[in-house]
């Protein structure tokens, strides 16, 4: 799966479900909820006070050493 600024949390999750401490990591607990999987990382970034772009080269890392 291709990871973007622009893609949803909730497709991230669906595909790849190992990725949820990453997102822990910044903040985010609460991956279940409606208005979380309909965001996208850019935003969820911005509301969490964390860069975008940093954060999906490090979620990418994690993920290519599962």
């Given at each position: 799966m291709e990871i973007t600024r622009d893609t949803l949390i909730g497709d991230i999750v669906n595909e790849c479900p190992e990725a949820m401490p990453k997102f822990m990591e910044i903040g985010m607990h609460c991956m279940g909820c409606a208005l979380a999987s309909q965001e996208s990382v850019e935003e969820a970034c911005a509301v969490h006070g964390v860069d975008p772009d940093?954060?999906?080269?490090?979620?990418?890392?994690y993920l290519a050493t599962l």
């Amino acid at each position: 799966m291709e990871i973007t600024r622009d893609t949803l949390i909730g497709d991230i999750v669906n595909e790849c479900p190992e990725a949820m401490p990453k997102f822990m990591e910044i903040g985010m607990h609460c991956m279940g909820c409606a208005l979380a999987s309909q965001e996208s990382v850019e935003e969820a970034c911005a509301v969490h006070g964390v860069d975008p772009d940093d954060f999906i080269v490090d979620l990418r890392e994690y993920l290519a050493t599962l």
